[in-house]
């Protein structure tokens, strides 16, 4: 019996289903229930919200949930494996587990977001499909997105590219993007030790809060923007935004950012008016090649 319900311990479960973790998953099971709690706990309070829950593998982080009260937990697992583990949890909270068998990249998250209702994140991310996620959430369309939050491990050093401040090695397209829709922490750090198998890296959890009313911008002028200034982030903007197609003197002084600027010196705010202004010019470009042609 564990510490939070009454069904077996984790390594029981993981024993009696041959749950042997999957490095082409990228498998780790977390199987201290008092970490997994720490993690459900560091979403806020739970009563009356829908959970999505990614890679639940043996159940740990969605017993932990569970037992903090959602009205649901919607657990999304790629592993036939888990299945059955799963499938036991949810006997254990009748109607309060639905386990979805299927792939997290091709999922239609919205379809899952409970109607007029509340909508959290919580997960034990696979490594190797964590950016991906995450840049589609911070993607969504229309915006506010129909979660109230995401709280996600990660292994150390995406999430410090998540949180990363300009001027900091870690600061680029993630970090912006999730500036610009977001606000983000690094809750705590879990270390390699709490996994079966232990990963060789640190791994920590993030808390990231959608906000409201983003300053406007266009998605994929903003992505365009930070690929064309990241790309050769060692060099000057004056030099690294010719890509762009534009003016690139007439871009940075509509923008107010010096020539000389790197991408990493540019704070979020920058790259949202570098991208306005880009369409902008881009635009008024077309026009004048259509009224030379004419």
Same mark, same amino acid.
Request: hydrophobic letters at 45%; charged letters at 20%; a neutral charge.
């Given at each position: 019996?564990?510490?939070?319900?009454?069904?077996?311990?984790?390594?029981?479960?993981?024993?009696?289903?041959?749950?042997?973790?999957?490095?082409?998953?990228?498998?780790?099971?977390?199987?201290?229930?008092?970490?997994?709690?720490?993690?459900?706990?560091?979403?806020?309070?739970?009563?009356?919200?829908?959970?999505?829950?990614?890679?639940?593998?043996?159940?740990?982080?969605?017993?932990?949930?569970?037992?903090?009260?959602?009205?649901?937990?919607?657990?999304?697992?790629?592993?036939?494996?888990?299945?059955?583990?799963?499938?036991?949890?949810?006997?254990?909270?009748?109607?309060?587990?639905?386990?979805?068998?299927?792939?997290?990249?091709?999922?239609?998250?919205?379809?899952?977001?409970?109607?007029?209702?509340?909508?959290?994140?919580?997960?034990? #991310?696979?490594?190797?499909?964590?950016?991906?996620?995450?840049?589609?959430?911070?993607?969504?369309?229309?915006?506010?997105?129909?979660?109230?939050?995401?709280?996600?491990?990660?292994?150390?050093?995406?999430?410090?590219?998540?949180?990363?401040?300009?001027?900091?090695?870690?600061?680029?397209?993630?970090?912006?993007?999730?500036?610009?829709?977001?606000?983000?922490?690094?809750?705590?750090?879990?270390? &390699?030790?709490?996994?079966?198998?232990?990963?060789?890296?640190?791994?920590?959890?993030?808390?990231?809060?959608?906000?409201? &009313?983003?300053?406007?911008?266009?998605?994929?002028?903003?992505?365009?923007?930070?690929?064309?200034?990241?790309?050769?982030?060692?060099?000057? #903007?004056?030099?690294?935004?010719?890509?762009?197609?534009?003016?690139?003197?007439?871009?940075?002084? &509509? !923008?107010?950012?010096?020539?000389?600027?790197?991408?990493?010196?540019?704070?979020?705010?920058?790259?949202?008016?570098?991208?306005?202004?880009?369409?902008?010019?881009? &635009?008024?470009? !077309?026009?004048?090649?259509?009224?030379?042609?004419?």
């Amino acid at each position: 019996m564990s510490g939070i319900d009454d069904l077996p311990p984790l390594r029981d479960v993981i024993r009696e289903h041959g749950l042997s973790a999957l490095k082409s998953l990228g498998q780790n099971f977390l199987l201290d229930l008092n970490l997994t709690s720490k993690i459900a706990r560091t979403a806020g309070r739970l009563e009356g919200v829908t959970v999505v829950e990614i890679g639940p593998g043996p159940g740990g982080l969605t017993r932990a949930i569970l037992a903090l009260g959602p009205d649901k937990v919607i657990a999304i697992e790629r592993d036939s494996r888990c299945i059955a583990a799963l499938t036991e949890v949810a006997a254990h909270y009748p109607g309060r587990l639905e386990v979805v068998e299927g792939d997290a990249l091709q999922t239609d998250y919205s379809a899952l977001a409970p109607a007029g209702g509340r909508a959290v994140i919580i997960a034990n #991310l696979p490594y190797n499909i964590a950016t991906p996620l995450l840049i589609g959430w911070l993607s969504t369309d229309p915006w506010p997105p129909w979660y109230e939050s995401l709280t996600l491990m990660f292994q150390r050093e995406v999430a410090e590219r998540i949180v990363a401040a300009p001027g900091t090695n870690h600061y680029g397209r993630l970090a912006i993007l999730t500036g610009w829709r977001a606000t983000a922490r690094i809750a705590f750090d879990v270390p &390699a030790s709490a996994f079966v198998p232990a990963p060789k890296v640190t791994s920590s959890v993030v808390h990231i809060v959608p906000r409201p &009313a983003p300053l406007p911008c266009s998605l994929k002028a903003l992505e365009r923007v930070t690929e064309a200034a990241f790309g050769q982030r060692r060099k000057m #903007l004056r030099q690294s935004l010719k890509s762009l197609g534009v003016d690139t003197a007439a871009l940075l002084d &509509a !923008s107010g950012i010096e020539p000389t600027e790197r991408a990493e010196q540019v704070p979020v705010e920058g790259f949202v008016t570098l991208a306005n202004n880009w369409v902008t010019l881009r &635009a008024g470009t !077309s026009q004048s090649v259509s009224d030379a042609s004419s």
